[in-house]
Structure formats: C-alpha cells, structure tokens
C-alpha cells in the first residue's frame, strides 16, 4: 500500500475493490484503516509499493496495521512481502530503460546506468533487514539486459548519525564523472527512491506483525 494513484493503476484490469494507505501521510491512516475494517471481503491482499523488503519501509506498515486494527481486520491481511526479482518487476524496468535509450538517442556501451537506491542504516542489515540483499537481486537482473552498459548500485538519501548501507551515490557519481566526461557517457538513476524511516530496527514482541 502506498500511493493512492499508483495502487489503482496496478488494479485497473481487476475488479478488485482498492483501499490505499499512505505511510508517510498520517493524516489519512484513520481513513484508510476505518475502510479496512470495513471490507466485507474474506481476503485482503496487501501489495506495498516497495518492490524491496525492509523493516522500515514494508515492515513498519505491518507493525502499525497490527497495532491499529482489530484481530479480525489483521487476519484477513495476505501479504506480498516483496517482489524484487518477480519477472513483471524486472521486464517493467527493462522496458523503461530502453524506451529511454530510444527517447533519447542513447547508445548502450556508451552509457553509465545508475541504479539509486534509498539508503539504509547499516545497523538495520547486520541485525537481519533483507533491503541491501533485494536491490542487489534487482540490480543484477535489470542489469544483464544490457550488458553493453557499465551498470552501477548506490544507495543515497543518508541521514543523520552513523553509517549507512555503502556505496553512497554521491561517492559514486563523483568518482564517475572523470570517465563521463572523458568518454561522453550518459548518466541515468532509473531506480525509484523510497523513503525510509529512522526509526531503530526492532521485531515487536507485543504486535502481530508476519514479518
């Protein structure tokens, strides 16, 4: 569940009845967790708009649905976890990518293709959060269809104290463009940025999160 307007594309061909949930606009929860208790339906399917797993992102919207909806409405919650390496996922990004080799002229083995993923506290990774391990699973799929292309994953966004889930974009990029400049090459991030929350990674013991 994230963007109102992208989840009821996903669902256009359905007749599948869509609630959205936006987890970074609490204003809205009330309304969207009021219509999850609502649905009649047997099953809910949650589909979150982050193709890679993380406890800050995904995870966190567990915990909270755990927290705020009755045991009834929390039930009836099936969960896609995430879809990284789904075949639908990596050809949508497949296709992206050389429509904008075509839109704009490019030529593969002349072209640098950024992958820019959000950032993650290291901590989160060492205490077990899968994020870094699924945007390498995506990045290596995408990837090999275009094998021409020197393809590159970075993680950007960093905030605030501590390390976090190397290589930085900014790093990367700066250590790149000697070699654009030099070669003529293209830069593209086609990666989309997800943000993620600060706060500390931890398994509730008191919610019913299935993560």
């Not at 669902?11 to 929860?29: A, D, E, N, Q």
């Not at 999850?36 to 982050?50: G, K, R």
């Not at 990004?93 to 072209?111: A, G, S």
């Amino acid at each position: 569940m994230g963007h109102g307007k992208s989840s009821k594309i996903a669902f256009r061909k359905t007749k599948s009845k869509v609630i959205t949930f936006h987890r970074y606009l609490p204003k809205t929860h009330a309304e969207s967790l009021a219509a999850i208790e609502a649905c009649n339906d047997e099953e809910i399917v949650v589909l979150p708009l982050f193709p890679q797993f993380s406890y800050a992102t995904t995870g966190s919207i567990a915990r909270l649905f755990s927290l705020n909806l009755t045991s009834t409405a929390v039930a009836k919650l099936r969960w896609i976890k995430s879809y990284a390496a789904a075949a639908p996922f990596i050809r949508s990004y497949e296709e992206r990518i050389r429509n904008f080799f075509h839109e704009k002229n490019l030529i593969e083995e002349q072209t640098i293709l950024l992958f820019s993923s959000h950032g993650l506290p290291k901590s989160f990774i060492t205490k077990g959060d899968i994020y870094q391990k699924e945007c390498l699973a995506s990045f290596e799929l995408i990837s090999q269809a275009f094998p021409k292309a020197l393809s590159k994953l970075s993680f950007q966004s960093k905030f605030g104290p501590g390390e976090w889930i190397k290589p930085y974009t900014e790093e990367t990029c700066e250590k790149s463009s000697p070699g654009i400049k030099a070669a003529g090459k293209s830069l593209w991030s086609p990666s989309p940025s997800h943000r993620i929350t600060s706060r500390p990674f931890t398994k509730s013991k008191t919610s019913t999160s299935p993560f």
